[in-house]
């Protein structure tokens, strides 16, 4: 039986050893030294095999210490949409955005911001040996 509509989800938890921005070479620590982690929830949905619509939102947060809690800093948004051409040609739109998170008990200065779009073309291909 083939479905018309089928949906995909995955949460995914890891730690971040570094992160920082350089632009013009000027270099912007973003964790300040401290330990971080990431929590990303992604969904999917794919239409008659030919069009997938996929999300995924990522948070970043630092443990707070003496207690069981996390305090964010940072949340990255992705959606986008992709066409299949056919079995080896595809076209692709991505959005990303990343933005800060200020709670009452984490002010940073080192704020990240960041936007981007992507349209690109993807030729797929499989070599068997």
């Given at each position: ?7 995909s989800?995955a949460?995914s938890?890891g730690?971040?050893p570094?992160?920082f921005?350089?632009?013009d070479?000027?270099y912007?620590?973003v964790t ?6 990431v ?10 095999n ?10 970043f947060q630092?443990p707070?210490k ?6 964010p800093?940072r ?5 986008g ?13 991505v ?7 200020s ?7 080192g704020?990240?911001y ?16």
């Amino acid at each position: 039986m083939v479905s018309w509509l089928v949906f995909s989800w995955a949460l995914s938890f890891g730690y971040v050893p570094e992160q920082f921005n350089a632009v013009d070479y000027t270099y912007q620590e973003v964790t300040f030294d401290k330990v971080d982690t990431v929590m990303k929830l992604s969904l999917d949905a794919n239409l008659f095999n030919r069009v997938t619509i996929f999300t995924d939102v990522e948070n970043f947060q630092t443990p707070v210490k003496g207690e069981m809690a996390f305090d964010p800093y940072r949340i990255d948004y992705t959606i986008g949409a992709r066409l299949r051409i056919s079995d080896n040609v595809s076209i692709t739109a991505v959005h990303e955005c990343d933005h800060p998170v200020s709670s009452t008990m984490n002010v940073k200065t080192g704020q990240h911001y960041m936007a981007e779009t992507k349209i690109f073309a993807e030729i797929h291909g499989k070599t068997v040996f």
